[in-house]
C-alpha cells in the first residue's frame, strides 16, 4: 500500500479562488434562477466534502514537501508540491546532436543538416547514435531522481516518465523500424532486491504509459547485468570502464539480432554505462542503438576543450569494439 501525503493547510481561500477563477457565483443572482442556485449548491457540497476529506488527511498524515520543505496544500501520493515539479526544466541551448553535451558555438561542428558535434564525438564513433535528456542533473530534478531511487517513493517515477516521454517522441521520427525495443539498463539481481525495483524500468514504463506508441516494445529481460558492480560515485572514467567491464549480458541473442534499440535510464553522467550497454547489444547483433535519460550532468562550456585523455581513450575502446 502507497502512501498518502497532505498537510495541515486550510484550502478555503484556495477553492474560493478557483470558484472565482472559474465564473461560478458564489451566490443565485436572481431568485428565480433555481438552475443555477442548485448548480452552486452542488458545487459547494462536493468542494465541502474534499475539503474535509483533506483536513482530515492533513490531521492523520501531515506532510511537507521532500524537496523545500513548504507544506504541500493537497492530498497526493507524491510529497512533492507543483512549484518544485515547475522548476524542473528541460536542457536549453546548444548541445551535441550524438552525446547531448552542452557545447559552444566555437567549439561545434555544424554540418548541412543541423547535426552539431562537440570535440569528443568528433574524434570517435560512439556505440549508439545519439543520447538524448531532459535536464541537467541538479537542483529539483537531481532531488527527485534521488527520492525515488533513495527514498523509494515510487510515485516520482511518473513524472519522471511524462518527461522523458517527450524527449521519446522526438527521437520517434527518426527510427527505421516499425517496432523499437525499450531496454531499461538493468540492476543486479541482488540491489533489485535489495530497492524492491528498478527505478529506469519504473521510469521506462511511465514513459511508454505517457507516449502510447504501438512503436515502442518495452524488453526488460533482453538486457541483464551479470555482476555486481560498485557505485560510479568518485570513480575516474578508468576505473568506471573497469567497474562495468563484463558487468552486463544479453541472453537471448536471438531476439535482439536486427532489431533498433533504445537504452533507457535515469541519469547519464561520464556515458560509461551507456557505452557499455550499447556495446553489449550491437555484439549481441542489435542494429542501431538510442540512449534516453531523464537527466544528465552538464560540463561547463568554458571547460569543453579540456578534454580528458582518459574520455578519449574511453570513446576510443568503444570505437574499436563497435567496429
Known amino acids: 500500500m502507497e502512501a498518502v501525503f497532505s498537510s495541515s493547510e486550510d484550502r478555503i481561500r484556495a477553492n474560493l479562488a478557483s470558484v472565482r477563477a472559474a465564473g461560478t457565483p458564489l451566490v443565485a443572482r436572481e431568485h428565480g434562477a433555481w438552475g443555477s442556485f442548485f448548480q452552486t449548491g452542488r458545487f459547494w457540497a462536493k468542494t465541502a466534502a474534499r475539503t474535509a476529506a483533506e483536513s482530515l488527511f ?3 498524515f501531515p506532510s511537507d514537501c521532500r524537496l523545500c520543505g513548504q507544506p504541500l496544500l493537497n492530498i497526493s501520493r507524491l510529497p512533492v508540491c507543483l512549484a518544485c515539479i515547475a522548476r524542473i526544466q528541460p536542457i536549453r541551448g546548444k548541445v551535441c546532436s ?8 566555437s567549439y561545434a561542428n555544424q554540418d548541412p543538416s543541423g547535426r552539431r558535434t562537440c570535440p569528443v564525438c568528433r574524434r570517435v564513433k560512439r556505440p549508439f ?11 529539483e530534478l537531481r532531488e527527485l531522481i534521488h527520492l525515488l531511487k533513495y527514498g523509494c517513493v515510487r ?4 513524472v519522471l516518465g511524462r518527461t522523458l516521454g517527450g524527449m521519446i517522441a522526438s527521437l520517434e521520427p527518426l527510427f527505421e523500424q516499425q517496432t523499437v525495443l525499450v531496454i531499461p539498463v538493468p540492476l543486479h539481481k541482488r540491489k533489485r532486491r535489495q530497492r ?5 524500468e519504473l521510469i521506462a514504463r511511465a514513459a511508454l504509459k505517457a507516449r502510447r ?3 515502442l516494445e518495452l524488453a526488460t529481460g533482453l538486457l541483464l547485468r551479470i555482476r555486481e558492480t560498485e557505485s560510479q560515485i568518485g570513480l575516474t572514467s578508468h576505473q568506471r570502464r573497469a567497474n562495468l567491464r563484463g558487468a552486463f549480458a544479453v541472453p537471448r541473442t536471438g531476439e535482439v539480432t536486427g532489431r533498433e534499440v533504445l537504452l533507457v535510464d535515469d541519469v547519464y553522467t561520464t556515458g ?3 557505452t557499455e550497454c550499447a556495446q553489449v547489444v550491437r555484439r549481441a547483433g542489435a542494429g542501431r542503438v538510442w540512449v534516453a535519460t531523464v537527466a544528465r550532468t552538464l560540463k561547463l562550456a568554458s571547460k569543453l576543450v579540456e578534454i ?16
Open 58 to 60: 492533513a490531521t492523520l
Open 98 to 105: 550524438t552525446c547531448g553535451e552542452r557545447v559552444l558555438s
Open 308 to 323: 580528458e585523455s582518459e574520455e578519449v581513450e574511453e570513446n576510443s575502446l568503444a570505437q574499436a569494439a563497435a567496429s
Open 213 to 215: 506508441s504501438d512503436r
Open 196 to 200: 524492491g525495483f528498478n527505478q529506469a
Open 129 to 139: 547514435t545519439r543520447a538524448i535528456a531532459y535536464g541537467s542533473y541538479d537542483g
Open 155 to 158: 510515485p516520482a517515477a511518473e
Open 272 to 274: 560509461a554505462t551507456m
